[in-house]
């Protein structure tokens, strides 16, 4: 059967959406002091003391199986140490616009990806024209003429392009080798698996971190570390047990409206009509790839199941 989203599910993608909108304006403030590979480190390693004493407080046993460990390097490789990597170098050469239209076609290639190599999330009408009808709803409340500076010789915005598929690999990966396990294991071991491959990759690129930051720069990478990357992971293993891996990646579509709408509510930025009408679309997207409203709009089909 496949996977819908549910209450819970939906509740659950709309906190992710709200913690990792925030996650951008973090990154650039952080970048004025710190290099990108160094970041992607810094928001790796910071967040695991914070998942290690949740795990530690919950009783989690720690699994032995060499398989399962080294199925978190993959998995850190996968969803941590490649996408933050790219994108934290891609994000600086690109409008913030054009950044948030491209990470939301994670949402698209997603739901293709894990139609492609999971049995139980095949791709169905309605979750092709959802995701369609979705990412026109992303550009429309970024704004189109984001889309005009779209070059696809760019190698900034193809690694952000690339970030967003490795994180559709990821959904899936996870839903293969990891469903077995604890959500809050999960999240752990993933963070230690993308903390040992960014280790050496970030002294080789950046050479040693510097530790003398402007306490604005420290604010972000604590902030970065345990608010957007430790807790949300918890949420995102949680979302991938119960709504699977095509409708995870969804939270990509939510993430352009949630940081309008933090905008608006905190820095006093004017309401967009087009902002407005984006939002209904990407509402209605993500019903459509729910496959319920599709139900509802075909009876017959429904009833010859």
């Not at 549910?6 to 973090?26: E, P, V």
């Not at 490789?77 to 239209?101: D, K, V």
């Not at 999330?121 to 709803?137: A, D, Y």
């Not at 509510?265 to 729910?290: K, N, R, S």
Request: aromatic share 8%; net charge positive; hydrophobic share 55%.
């Amino acid at each position: 059967m496949t996977p819908k989203i549910d209450l819970t599910s939906a509740i659950l993608l709309a906190l992710l959406a709200l913690i990792w909108g925030g996650s951008f304006f973090l990154a650039a403030v952080a970048m004025k002091e710190v290099p990108p590979i160094t970041l992607a480190l810094f928001r790796v390693v910071g967040a695991l003391p914070a998942l290690a004493l949740f795990v530690w407080f919950k009783g989690v046993t720690l699994p032995r199986s060499a398989k399962i460990w080294g199925a978190y390097l993959v998995m850190g490789a996968l969803n941590n140490a490649i996408p933050f990597s790219l994108i934290f170098w891609g994000q600086p050469q690109i409008t913030s616009g054009l950044a948030s239209i491209l990470n939301g076609a994670t949402g698209v290639t997603g739901v293709i990806v894990a139609g492609l190599l999971l049995r139980d999330e095949r791709l169905t009408p309605p979750k092709l024209i959802g995701v369609t009808i979705g990412f026109s709803g992303v550009a429309l409340t970024i704004g189109l003429d984001a889309l005009r500076s779209f070059d696809i010789r760019s190698l900034a915005q193809l690694a952000v392009l690339l970030a967003g598929l490795s994180y559709s690999l990821a959904g899936v990966w996870a839903k293969l080798r990891l469903s077995g396990q604890a959500p809050e294991m999960n999240a752990l071991g993933m963070l230690l698996g993308s903390s040992v491959l960014m280790i050496p990759t970030a002294l080789w690129m950046d050479g040693l971190p510097s530790f003398n930051l402007m306490m604005s720069t420290w604010s972000a990478l604590l902030a970065l570390s345990v608010l957007c990357t430790s807790v949300p992971y918890l949420l995102y293993f949680k979302i991938l047990r119960r709504a699977g891996s095509g409708n995870l990646m969804l939270v990509t579509l939510l993430i352009p409206p949630v940081a309008i709408g933090l905008g608006i509510t905190f820095l006093g930025e004017p309401l967009q009509a087009a902002a407005l009408v984006g939002f209904a679309v990407i509402a209605l997207g993500l019903a459509v790839v729910d496959g319920r409203l599709w139900e509802l709009l075909h009876p017959r089909r429904r009833s010859t199941r």
